[in-house]
């Protein structure tokens, strides 16, 4: 009996490892938000990121250091492809908890005029193919990945 439950619970940690892993590659289609792990505590995170995001060009829109909450202004992102330009624009919001930090963002659509006082703002959501805001997801991405998390994953 003990032979079996010993087998189980390797499994299931076997099992937990690879999902863990499975979890760190590419966002799965819808993910909403990026989770970064770091390896140091919240204040030197806060810190770091803060360092970070004025070194990658963002600027600051609301900081709060009591609740570990840094959230960026708008910046514009172009998406080209052979026939047309999309402009877009969006912002970060980066929450720490512990070491953990939580990134949500939030795109701006333009209408059809190019004028951005009629915008439409939705969460930045990935979705592999054809949708507007991969090439904004992807920017996201490529700034937590630029701090050196111990882990990423993704979640709705």
Same mark, same amino acid.
């Given at each position: 009996?003990?032979?079996?439950?010993?087998?189980?619970?390797?499994? =299931?940690?076997?099992?937990?490892?690879?999902?863990?892993?499975? /979890?760190?590659?590419?966002?799965?289609?819808?993910?909403?938000?990026?989770?970064?792990?770091?390896?140091?505590?919240?204040?030197? =995170?806060?810190?770091? *990121?803060?360092?970070?995001? @004025?070194?990658?060009?963002?600027?600051?829109?609301? =900081?709060?250091?009591?609740?570990? *909450?840094?959230? @960026?202004? /708008?910046?514009?992102?172009?998406?080209?492809?052979?026939?047309?330009? @999309?402009?877009?624009?969006?912002?970060?919001?980066?929450?720490?908890?512990?070491?953990?930090? @939580? =990134?949500?963002?939030?795109?701006?659509?333009?209408? *059809?005029?190019?004028?951005?006082?009629?915008?439409? %703002?939705?969460?930045?959501?990935?979705?592999?193919?054809?949708?507007?805001?991969?090439?904004?997801?992807?920017? %996201? *991405?490529?700034? %937590?990945?630029?701090?050196?998390?111990?882990?990423?994953?993704?979640?709705?």
């Amino acid at each position: 009996m003990k032979s079996i439950a010993l087998l189980t619970l390797t499994l =299931l940690l076997s099992f937990g490892t690879l999902f863990a892993q499975q /979890m760190g590659g590419e966002p799965f289609k819808g993910a909403e938000k990026i989770i970064a792990r770091y390896d140091i505590a919240s204040d030197s =995170l806060f810190n770091m *990121l803060l360092k970070q995001i @004025t070194q990658h060009g963002y600027a600051i829109d609301r =900081l709060e250091k009591d609740s570990m *909450l840094i959230v @960026t202004e /708008m910046r514009p992102v172009i998406k080209k492809d052979k026939y047309k330009a @999309t402009i877009s624009k969006y912002a970060m919001r980066l929450a720490i908890v512990d070491n953990t930090l @939580t =990134l949500s963002s939030a795109c701006m659509y333009p209408d *059809l005029k190019i004028k951005f006082h009629n915008a439409q %703002v939705v969460p930045l959501v990935y979705y592999p193919k054809g949708y507007p805001a991969k090439p904004t997801f992807n920017e %996201v *991405l490529a700034f %937590v990945r630029a701090t050196n998390p111990a882990s990423i994953a993704y979640a709705k």
